[in-house]
């Protein structure tokens, strides 16, 4: 064969919202799940990385890190990364709307120029995002029924007084720092000094802040409360209405100001994260592992060509059964192959993994695991089981089944090794207040993850039961807090105590 078919190369220029990973679209969620490679942006919520944990990210923002990379630089690493490895899919996450001050324009431009297929997905701005986070409606009625949003970049706004004359309400971006000359120019252009006015910070995180008052004190203001960028500013009448309609309050909630990273061995977005983050907490996901292809290629193309001899596939992941499929493909074969074979899945998430791709597991244990796997599984001695499975599958399958008289096999998949560190996470992850550990394997890796200028057994550790606490503790971790039982909600209380 030499048509390599069709090209993957695509660009998505995705709008992340303005960092409340649950702003962030539905089509956007999709569009990273499907990305090779993720060019994120200083203002994208770090944590929607979770949605592409498989995926090469590359940090492109301009601000906290040294190396500045151009506009023109990001415009042509962009379609550089689609036409890579004979065509990627590239999603470029930008922090609020794309096309919102946010030059996604010129990105455009570049595909479009390279001949690089692309698609636009809009974000919720911070024009927008910001002021309804303080309770301010940009338009309303009998009070505003207009608005305009300028930037705080050139000296006019972008815009010329006489246009501003007859907007109600105008939303300043990239204006903190030049607060106090853009008041002054709004003033001297006929704007009333006591026009309400308002300065949001980082809306709609936890660490969001506002100050209010009025067109004349408002710089003043933020530079007394030490607010600075990213900020959005708000002028005009609708500004009052904050004080009935405020409704976003981050700080009375028990884990507010606290940011708590999340391990994760597994695949998969937490449930953890969520719960610590309807707690106030700012957090961050930290994907310890990554998938790689399998070391032996020949040999498991081997075993998978013929399984006329095995009755039973063993799936005890649902990374597996996405290697499966794709090795099948790569085979020139389908599902179809597996007739003849029983699939056992280890438990219900992996049984789902197969109902997505039309399979459905012929036994799912009565409780998740290897152990009842192992149990309960309906084989006879003699029978092969063959266990798809990663380099470090634990022998406790093996040894039950042997034990059982089953012919035992194990064919190496797919590889899970350590995840290196983007640079982002791994600074972000140095200033976190706890950081939570579900196994003893997530404890080892994060004290693997020691370099000469982080170390993470300096960490407040909250594990997740007195197994995985003892593992971090034998890893070094001295800091340590532990659930009183096995559930999220208790894991999260466990963080809560751990700051009392
Ligand atoms: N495309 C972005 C804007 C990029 S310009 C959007 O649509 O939101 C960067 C400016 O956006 C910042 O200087 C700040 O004014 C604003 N901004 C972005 N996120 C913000 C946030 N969470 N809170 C307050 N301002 C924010």
Same mark, same amino acid.
């Given at each position: 064969?030499?048509?390599?078919?069709?090209?993957?190369?695509?660009?998505?220029?995705?709008?992340?919202?303005?960092?409340?990973?649950?702003?962030?679209?539905?089509?956007?969620?999709?569009?990273?799940?499907?990305?090779?490679?993720?060019?994120?942006?200083?203002?994208?919520?770090?944590?929607?990385?979770?949605?592409?944990?498989?995926?090469?990210?590359?940090?492109?923002?301009?601000?906290?890190?040294?190396?500045?990379?151009?506009?023109?630089?990001?415009?042509?690493?962009?379609?550089?990364?689609?036409?890579?490895?004979?065509?990627?899919?590239?999603?470029?996450?930008k922090g609020g709307d794309v096309f919102v001050f946010g030059r996604g324009g010129e990105e455009a431009e570049a595909c479009v120029q390279?001949?690089?297929?692309?698609?636009?997905?809009?974000?919720?701005?911070?024009?927008?995002?910001?002021?309804?986070?303080?309770?301010?409606?940009?338009?309303?009625?009998?009070?505003?029924?207009?608005?305009?949003?300028?930037?705080?970049?050139?000296?006019?706004?972008?815009?010329?007084?006489?246009?501003?004359?007859?907007?109600?309400?105008?939303?300043?971006?990239?204006?903190?720092?030049?607060?106090?000359?853009?008041?002054?120019?709004?003033?001297?252009?006929?704007?009333?000094?006591?026009?309400?006015?308002?300065?949001?910070?980082?809306?709609?995180?936890?660490?969001?802040?506002?100050?209010?008052?009025?067109?004349?004190?408002?710089?003043?203001?933020?530079?007394?409360?030490?607010?600075?960028?990213?900020?959005?500013?708000?002028?005009?009448?609708?500004?009052?209405?904050?004080?009935?309609?405020?409704?976003?309050?981050?700080?009375?909630?028990?884990?507010?100001?606290?940011?708590?990273?999340?391990?994760?061995?597994?695949? %998969? !977005?937490?449930? =953890?994260? /969520?719960? +610590?983050?309807? &707690?106030?907490? $700012? @957090?961050?996901?930290?994907?310890?592992?990554?998938?790689?292809?399998?070391?032996?290629?020949?040999?498991?193309?081997?075993?998978?060509?013929?399984?006329?001899?095995?009755?039973?596939?063993?799936?005890?992941?649902?990374?597996?059964?996405?290697?499966?499929?794709?090795?099948?493909?790569?085979?020139?074969?389908d599902a179809r192959h597996l007739a003849g074979v029983r699939l056992a899945a280890v438990g219900p998430s992996t049984a789902a993994s197969?109902?997505?791709?039309?399979?459905?597991?012929?036994?799912?244990?009565?409780?998740? %695991? !290897?152990?009842? =796997?192992? /149990?309960? +599984?309906?084989? &006879?001695?003699? $029978? @092969?089981?063959?266990?798809?499975?990663?380099?470090?599958?634990?022998?406790?399958?093996?040894?039950?089944?042997?034990?059982?008289?089953?012919?035992?096999?194990?064919?190496?998949?797919?590889?899970?090794?350590?995840?290196?560190?983007?640079?982002?996470?791994?600074?972000?992850?140095?200033?976190?207040?706890?950081?939570?550990?579900?196994?003893?394997?997530?404890?080892?890796?994060?004290?693997?993850?020691?370099?000469?200028?982080?170390?993470?057994?300096?960490?407040?550790?909250?594990?997740?039961g007195p197994q995985t606490a003892e593992a971090a503790r034998q890893a070094g971790f001295r800091h340590l807090q532990v659930a009183e039982?096995?559930?999220?909600?208790?894991?999260?209380?466990?963080?809560?105590?751990?700051?009392?």
């Amino acid at each position: 064969m030499t048509d390599a078919g069709p090209s993957r190369a695509f660009v998505s220029l995705i709008g992340a919202g303005p960092g409340d990973p649950g702003l962030l679209t539905l089509r956007g969620q999709q569009a990273l799940q499907e990305a090779d490679v993720v060019l994120f942006d200083y203002l994208a919520n770090p944590e929607l990385l979770r949605y592409c944990s498989q995926a090469r990210t590359i940090y492109v923002g301009k601000k906290g890190f040294s190396e500045y990379i151009s506009q023109e630089q990001i415009n042509t690493l962009i379609v550089q990364m689609a036409q890579e490895n004979g065509g990627q899919r590239v999603a470029r996450l930008k922090g609020g709307d794309v096309f919102v001050f946010g030059r996604g324009g010129e990105e455009a431009e570049a595909c479009v120029q390279a001949g690089v297929p692309f698609e636009v997905v809009p974000g919720v701005s911070s024009a927008i995002a910001a002021p309804a986070y303080a309770g301010i409606p940009v338009t309303h009625r009998n009070v505003a029924r207009n608005f305009a949003v300028l930037t705080g970049h050139t000296h006019d706004g972008g815009m010329p007084h006489e246009t501003l004359a007859g907007v109600d309400t105008l939303v300043l971006l990239m204006g903190v720092r030049n607060l106090e000359r853009i008041a002054a120019q709004l003033i001297e252009g006929g704007r009333d000094p006591a026009t309400p006015a308002a300065t949001v910070q980082w809306a709609s995180t936890p660490r969001q802040r506002e100050v209010s008052g009025t067109l004349a004190t408002i710089a003043q203001a933020v530079r007394e409360a030490g607010l600075g960028a990213p900020a959005v500013t708000v002028v005009g009448e609708v500004v009052r209405l904050r004080e009935t309609l405020q409704w976003f309050n981050p700080a009375s909630r028990p884990l507010s100001g606290r940011t708590v990273a999340v391990t994760r061995t597994r695949e %998969g !977005a937490s449930a =953890l994260g /969520d719960v +610590l983050r309807t &707690r106030g907490a $700012e @957090v961050l996901e930290v994907p310890l592992i990554r998938f790689a292809p399998t070391s032996d290629h020949d040999a498991l193309h081997a075993r998978l060509r013929d399984v006329n001899d095995v009755s039973w596939l063993l799936l005890t992941s649902n990374q597996a059964i996405t290697a499966l499929m794709e090795h099948l493909q790569a085979l020139g074969l389908d599902a179809r192959h597996l007739a003849g074979v029983r699939l056992a899945a280890v438990g219900p998430s992996t049984a789902a993994s197969l109902q997505q791709r039309g399979l459905r597991a012929d036994f799912v244990p009565s409780t998740p %695991g !290897a152990r009842h =796997l192992a /149990d309960e +599984l309906p084989v &006879r001695p003699g $029978e @092969v089981a063959l266990h798809l499975t990663s380099q470090l599958a634990e022998d406790s399958l093996q040894r039950l089944l042997e034990a059982r008289g089953v012919v035992y096999q194990r064919a190496e998949l797919y590889r899970t090794e350590v995840a290196a560190l983007d640079p982002v996470l791994r600074s972000r992850l140095r200033t976190v207040d706890a950081v939570t550990l579900a196994s003893g394997s997530a404890a080892r890796h994060l004290a693997a993850l020691a370099g000469p200028e982080f170390d993470p057994l300096t960490l407040r550790v909250v594990a997740m039961g007195p197994q995985t606490a003892e593992a971090a503790r034998q890893a070094g971790f001295r800091h340590l807090q532990v659930a009183e039982t096995a559930s999220l909600e208790a894991l999260a209380d466990a963080v809560e105590h751990s700051f009392e």
